[in-house]
């Protein structure tokens, strides 16, 4: 909301605002198809705060995908600490991407999609795709590195969290395609496969 006259401004939360509305609408409609006035109208701010806090759309699109992704890992995460070490953390990880992919609001990988949509003109949100991706082998890893030691998955973790990975975005394009969670369920039962 803009702030009213006379109100104090917040410039944390009204950055904050910013970020948000554009994670939102760059997930929704895409990166090029939305302007900086769209964004700032959105949020309640004026393209000059915009352009003072990130720079230019090209800062804010970073900014947003950056902080998608940070939020995403840190919710998967929390997602599973409660969970018993080992098997049941890893397939936590695919319980969470179920429910996601079941979600009005799902439309597959919001980074993926930004990389593929940006391909060859934008080499910085292609790297956050891959750091993105690579958060993930660091979770997986970290989670069979739990199972027990007679477990293959611990003995390779590294090999495991790649195809356990190539499992999850497989069923996550699928998914946002289909408008079917379906092939999370598959991803799922193959996970088990593998860590059996």
């Not at 990130?54 to 409660?82: P, T």
């Not at 292609?126 to 989670?143: C, I, K, N, P, V």
Request: with cysteine; aromatic share 6%.
């Amino acid at each position: 909301m803009p702030v009213k006259i006379g109100e104090p401004i917040d410039p944390a939360a009204t950055k904050r605002r910013i970020l948000t509305v554009s994670e939102r609408i760059f997930y929704n409609r895409g990166i090029s198809l939305v302007g900086v006035a769209e964004i700032a109208d959105a949020a309640g701010a004026s393209k000059a705060t915009l352009y003072k806090n990130f720079g230019s759309k090209e800062g804010l699109v970073e900014a947003a995908l950056l902080d998608r992704s940070e939020r995403i890992h840190r919710w998967l995460r929390n997602g599973v600490a409660d969970l018993a070490p080992g098997r049941a953390r890893v397939l936590g990880v695919f319980d969470l991407l179920l429910d996601w992919f079941s979600g009005d609001d799902f439309h597959g990988c919001g980074l993926v999609s930004a990389a593929a949509e940006q391909r060859a003109s934008d080499p910085v949100v292609t790297g956050l795709a891959r750091r993105h991706l690579q958060a993930y082998r660091d979770l997986l890893t970290e989670l069979l590195a739990e199972m027990p030691e007679t477990s293959a998955a611990r003995q390779d973790p590294d090999l495991f969290a790649g195809r356990l990975l190539l499992l999850i975005e497989g069923a996550t394009v699928i998914s946002s395609v289909d408008g079917n969670p379906e092939a999370g369920l598959t991803a799922r039962a193959w996970a088990e496969s593998l860590l059996d």
